[in-house]
């Protein structure tokens, strides 16, 4: 026989939210973590010579893809 | 439009005699590029500066000086005639320096005056309470003189040793002024020595040291007055003397630069010969002004360009004015080359189209619009009105997007029916409308847009907008490749990426159950298999790129989105939670409402404007463009100051 134990829920909205938040923060600490070391060195190489500009940017800015998928993710958990 | 400007090589030869006016011509009409020489096993020298190059080099310098010295900034001035300035320009260049020398020296002078009266302060310091004259603390034959500090009270000491003697003791600073019998110097002073006693210098003046101090005091003052006077004259000769240093500096520039263009040219004893680039359609302008100013003396000639020389041609732009201002941006990255697309015009439609898309918002637009119309008016400057100008067509572009999706600082215009009732819109009476069901997600699409409540349809169109957007930049590099080296070639490279995903699209089809799935398949491994033979094994490992790459667009709504979240947030903090609680509450609302609101609008120029730059750079440039063309600069100066 089963005794009468308590059933506790957790609040599907509540776990939709968590779970967005987390797809949006690590995908940020991700795509953080990555730009951080192409950024310094990007900047370094444009103390060199500012024509790389253009091709430090976008070297900075590819890691980028992440966030915008974990925010991608989110948007579509909630 | 879509193609650099075609040039022509152009190589101009005549007798060294012409060289003055040959070179003349060229500054004058601005669209030579000389192409620099190289001395290397040839039996060409390069040519040797003109008379007056030193000459007029040391007066820039001279110039130059003056206008860093007394900060002088472009500015608009009236223009003035050359032959004037020139009449003018060693007499009133020699007076302005004697003027400048003058003020300066005796700027200089007074300044050093301050630092002596400085010190002098400083040295006195410790004599302030001591009321002895000065000159009473030297010239003695039988008394010695202690002047210094110690570490406490020495008087009772003192008695011990003799009753000969006068002290003054400041308690303070711990200074002593000790006169005492000559005979009892040495016990005196080893007394002292236990008390730590350290000499301080007496100052060489006379008079009580508060008089002294009283006295530098009343002539430092004057001392200011007369720098703070002369500190005017300067900039009153700043005043009058600008227009002339900035026209000066000009017509010494221009001046400078015929006279050293010898440098960049071949010449042998009697002739020169320049080589260089003109753009085609003026190639003709070039051989008609030579030939009048010289005379017929100097032959110019169209040279073919070889393949191999194409890397050497300069590039200029050949856009419309419109689209000119994104020329910044393809500078920003890379100049094109010669042969290659110029994709200026694409940029000018994709660059605001993303930027509208994700940012969306009437009310951003208006105040971004404003800020960019000031910005432009008020600072005079090269560099900035481009960017200006690319942030008019961006806002232009948000205004269209705020209309359809009818959004206005975060506030949706029109009531939307929702799941949970209906939420009021900012325009009371406008309703939301349903157009039609979208075939993703069961969205209901509207007017206007409510983009939070059309996710998946945004995230899946978007994601379509990348696709096609990148299947342009394909469609362009296999222009560009097809150019460079033949169809085949560009049909590997880049008709092969097409061919890929024309397979994924067939084989997702016969997934659904349109079509054998067999179909989608062997398409696809044709396609890879020309990709592998186009590309070689960097094919294969950028193959995911192709999704990855066209995910990438989902940016257009998902920053978008941000920023609508961020902008609503402020709303509701400011007008749901403090506004109702009334009184001095409403002041803390419009103020979270204005600052949020702010950090918001700052928020989107950089974050829409970096995403769209950024699907430019990244996921559209990548395809196809290669850049690194040599910047076109023609021989010669754009007046700004003088006229001929």
Redesign the interface.
């Known amino acids: 026989m089963v005794g009468e134990e308590a059933i506790t829920m957790m609040d599907p909205a509540g776990l939709k939210a968590i779970g967005a938040g987390l797809a949006v923060g690590l995908a940020g600490l991700g795509s953080g973590l990555a730009e951080k070391d192409i950024g310094a060195a990007a900047v370094g190489a444009m103390a060199e010579n500012e024509a790389l500009f253009g091709k430090g940017l976008i070297l900075t800015v590819i890691p980028e893809t992440i966030v915008i998928f974990g925010l991608v993710v989110a948007l579509l958990i909630s | 439009m879509l193609k650099p400007k075609s040039m022509t090589r152009a190589v101009i030869v005549g007798h060294k005699e012409v060289l003055d006016e040959t070179v003349d011509t060229l500054h004058d009409i601005n669209i030579f590029h000389i192409e620099e020489y190289n001395e290397e096993d040839s039996t060409f020298k390069i040519g040797k500066p003109f008379e007056n190059a030193g000459e007029v080099s040391k007066k820039l310098v001279q110039l130059r000086s003056i206008s860093s010295f007394l900060g002088i900034k472009p500015k608009e001035v009236p223009i003035q005639d050359t032959k004037v300035l020139w009449a003018e320009l060693d007499e009133k260049l020699a007076r302005l320096e004697n003027e400048l020398d003058e003020k300066t020296e005796e700027k200089n002078s007074y300044e050093t005056r301050l630092k002596e009266l400085d010190s002098l302060q400083k040295e006195l310091e410790p004599f302030v309470s001591i009321p002895i004259d000065l000159k009473n603390y030297r010239g003695y034959e039988n008394l010695s003189v202690f002047a210094g500090t110690v570490k406490g009270d020495i008087s009772s000491e003192l008695s011990g040793i003799t009753n000969d003697y006068e002290l003054e003791f400041d308690p303070n600073t711990l200074t002593i002024a000790l006169f005492v019998r000559k005979d009892k110097e040495e016990i005196v002073a080893e007394m002292l020595a236990d008390y730590e006693f350290r000499e301080i210098r007496v100052p060489d003046v006379e008079g009580t040291p508060s008089e002294i101090i009283a006295d530098a005091e009343s002539e430092r003052n004057s001392i200011n007055e007369k720098i703070s006077s002369l500190e005017k004259n300067i900039s009153n000769i700043k005043e009058r003397y600008s227009d002339f240093i900035l026209a000066s500096d000009e017509i010494l520039s221009i001046e400078s630069q015929k006279s050293e263009a010898p440098l960049r040219i071949a010449t042998s004893e009697h002739t020169f010969v320049i080589d260089g680039w003109v753009p085609s359609d003026e190639y003709n302008k070039l051989t008609r002004t030579l030939e009048s100013s010289t005379g017929g003396r100097v032959f110019v000639s169209k040279q073919e360009v070889a393949e191999e020389e194409e890397e050497e041609v300069p590039v200029e732009y050949n856009n419309a004015g419109v689209t000119k201002p994104f020329e910044t941006i393809m500078n ?3 100049r094109p080359k010669y042969k290659e697309i110029d994709p200026t015009a694409l940029i000018f439609i994709t660059f605001p189209l993303f930027y509208g898309m994700i940012l969306g918002d009437i009310g951003y637009a208006l105040i971004l619009l404003g800020l960019a119309f000031g910005v432009k008016k008020l600072v005079n400057s090269d560099a900035i009105k481009p960017l200006m100008n690319i942030l008019i067509y961006c806002q232009v572009s948000t205004l269209i997007f705020g209309v359809l999706y009818g959004e206005f600082l975060g506030f949706p215009l029109a009531s939307l029916h929702g799941a949970h009732g209906i939420e009021p819109g900012l325009i009371a009476g406008f309703e939301t409308i349903n157009l039609f069901q979208s075939p993703i997600g069961g969205e209901m699409i509207t007017y206007p847009i409510h983009r939070t409540h059309l ?2 349809t945004l ?1 899946v169109l978007t994601a379509l907008i990348g696709v096609a957007h990148i299947n342009l930049g394909y469609i362009l590099g296999f222009i560009n490749e097809k150019k460079k080296h033949g169809f085949n070639a560009a049909m590997l490279e880049k008709g092969s990426w097409i061919v890929v995903e024309i397979g994924i699209v067939l084989a997702i089809l016969g997934y659904v159950g349109y079509l054998p799935i067999a179909v989608g398949a062997a398409i696809f491994v044709i396609g890879f298999i020309m990709l592998i033979k186009g590309e070689g094994i960097k094919g294969p490992i950028e193959l995911p790129s192709l999704l ?1 790459n066209s ?2 667009y ?2 257009l ?3 978008g ?2 920023s609508i979240y961020i902008a609503s947030t402020v709303n509701l903090i400011a007008f749901e939670m403090i506004w109702p609680q009334g009184g001095i509450a409403a002041v803390f609302a419009i103020l979270v409402f204005i600052f949020g609101h702010a950090l918001n609008t700052v928020l989107s120029i950089i974050a829409p404007g ?1 995403h769209a ?2 699907l430019q ?2 996921e559209f440039f990548t395809k196809f463009y290669e850049g690194g063309g040599k910047e076109y600069s023609p021989f010669g100066y754009i007046r700004k100051y003088t006229e001929e």
Do not use: G, N
Request: charged share 10%; glycine share 0%; no cysteine.
């Open positions: 920003l990255y890379a996710v998946m995230i990855s995910l990438s989902t940016r709504i998902a920053v989105l941000s970096l730059l950024r750079y990244v």
